[in-house]
């Protein structure tokens, strides 16, 4: 067992590799911030090397693709009605039903989820859409059993999943520290625990 993790900045694509991306950088590739961050810049560079690329491939699963859409929804399209809302009706004050009740009816819900899917279309000539397995390769004992503290059911899922698959993953979520699967981060906290381990060798 060890621990493989690299620069997203400096790590060479190889070709007929595959690359699972996490929520985290779908969402920066998505609804990229107006002042990007250092690292936000270097995932954009990294995502656009691997477009680039024609044999390399980025592959999806149903869950990534959930996750995804639903935070970008939730945190801008529905944070974006709500202050319109307010604005109108400074009263306002959504009720806990009111973002399944009422927004997710509306077409204004049906516009967001078209746009994010269009943008996730968009590379389609890059993505492979793959199946999560579960319940065929991955049972209740491979994901279920003993989870790892530092990482959700999600992530533990796409460790899991790369791990099997051979699959780099490319993410930020600084939580992220495990064995056997090739990472590819800007993680300071990433990168400085691989350091560590590398001195310690």
Not at 14 to 21: K, M, P, Q, R, T
Not at 48 to 65: F, Q, Y
């Amino acid at each position: 067992m060890s621990f493989h993790y690299s620069k997203a900045s400096s790590h060479s694509i190889n070709n007929s590799e595959n690359y699972f991306l996490d929520a985290n950088i779908w969402l920066k590739i998505l609804v990229p911030k107006n002042n990007q961050s250092y690292k936000d810049k270097n995932y954009l560079l990294f995502f656009d090397k691997i477009l680039k690329n024609t044999k390399v491939r980025i592959v999806v699963s149903a869950l990534v693709i959930s996750e995804v859409i639903n935070r970008i929804i939730r945190d801008v399209y529905y944070a974006k009605h709500l202050k319109k809302t307010k604005q109108l009706q400074p009263n306002f004050t959504p009720s806990k039903s009111y973002y399944k009740d009422v927004f997710r009816c509306s077409l204004e819900y049906k516009i967001a989820y078209n746009l994010i899917c269009d943008e996730i279309k968009n590379y389609h000539s890059s993505i492979d859409l793959i199946n999560d397995e579960f319940g065929s390769t991955f049972k209740f004992k491979h994901i279920l059993k003993d989870p790892p503290k530092n990482l959700d059911f999600n992530d533990y899922y796409y460790f899991n999943l790369c791990k099997k698959k051979g699959y780099y993953l490319v993410t930020d979520d600084k939580d992220f520290w495990v064995e056997d699967v090739n990472i590819v981060t800007m993680s300071p906290t990433l990168l400085d625990k691989h350091i560590a381990t590398l001195i310690k060798v």
